[in-house]
T-cell receptor, first 117, second 113 residues
Framework: KAGVTQTPRYLIKTRGQQVTLSCSPI?????VSWYQQTPGQGLQFLFE???????NKGNFPGRFSGRQFSNSRSEMNVSTLELGDSALYLC????????????????FGPGTRLTVL | GDSVTQMEGPVTLSEEAFLTINCTYT??????LFWYVQYPGEGLQLLLK?????DKGSNKGFEATYRKETTSFHLEKGSVQVSDSAVYFC????????????FGTGTRLQVTL
């Protein structure tokens, strides 16, 4: 079974631009969560999408948004990029049909490395 | 709120040495606990997990026991290999919020010959 895939793997943008990252979950998984990983803040939860609806949200500004399509693929958008948005963005998928984190565990993709100049 | 505290790294060991990476947590509920591993240039891989007191998660020679009385989930391996060099993250997820993992800061392990 193919794992979680993310595209692109690397991205360089300049301040003020916007960017869209893509995540394809494991087949059959309907939940996609996004995380930001930085050296200073570590791994932080951005949001979760399930059945095309945002179901849970972390503590990030409105510049960070996402969406999910009917095939469960998800995109994350960051507008008006700032230098501090440079990070590894990870997505994780799970079945999404249970609230039990032990039986419905998250599986991560390789990440998209975003550099903002 | 929920939080996870891991021992500071880097941890440097010789091959075949015993490994312990400490992890303690604070949570309002009864969380599930996880260890993830991140190899250079890659995403996170689930290493092991546990869901209730005294549960032991194990995988690839790594073990961790859910200790509710000490709110800990320390990672151990009896004999490390060079290929175990990576960053290890302890994480928790509260029951009922399976979409959100709260991570520790990560501990870098370097194993030398």
């Amino acid at each position: 079974k193919a794992g979680v895939t993310q595209t692109p793997r690397y991205l360089i943008k300049t301040r003020g631009q916007q960017v869209t990252l893509s995540c394809s979950p494991i087949s059959g998984h309907r939940s996609v969560s996004w995380y930001q990983q930085t050296p200073g803040q570590g791994l932080q939860f951005l949001f979760e999408y399930f059945s095309e609806t945002q179901r849970n949200k972390g503590n990030f500004p409105g510049r960070f948004s996402g969406r999910q399509f009917s095939n469960s693929r998800s995109e994350m958008n960051v507008s008006t990029l700032e230098l501090g948005d440079s990070a590894l963005y990870l997505c994780a998928s799970r079945l999404g049909t249970s609230t039990n984190p032990f039986t419905d565990t998250q599986y991560f993709g390789p990440g998209t490395r975003l550099t903002v100049l | 709120g929920d939080s996870v505290t891991q021992m500071e790294g880097p941890v440097t060991l010789s091959e075949e040495a015993f490994l312990t990476i400490n992890c303690t947590y604070t949570a309002t509920g009864y969380p599930s606990l996880f260890w993830y591993v991140q190899y250079p240039g890659e995403g996170l891989q689930l290493l092991l997990k546990a869901t209730k007191a005294d549960d032991k998660g194990s995988n690839k020679g790594f073990e961790a026991t859910y200790r509710k009385e000490t709110t800990s989930f320390h990672l151990e391996k009896g004999s490390v290999q060079v290929s175990d060099s990576a960053v290890y993250f302890c994480a928790l997820s509260d029951a009922g919020t399976a979409s959100k993992l709260t991570f520790g800061t990560g501990t870098r392990l370097q194993v030398t010959l």
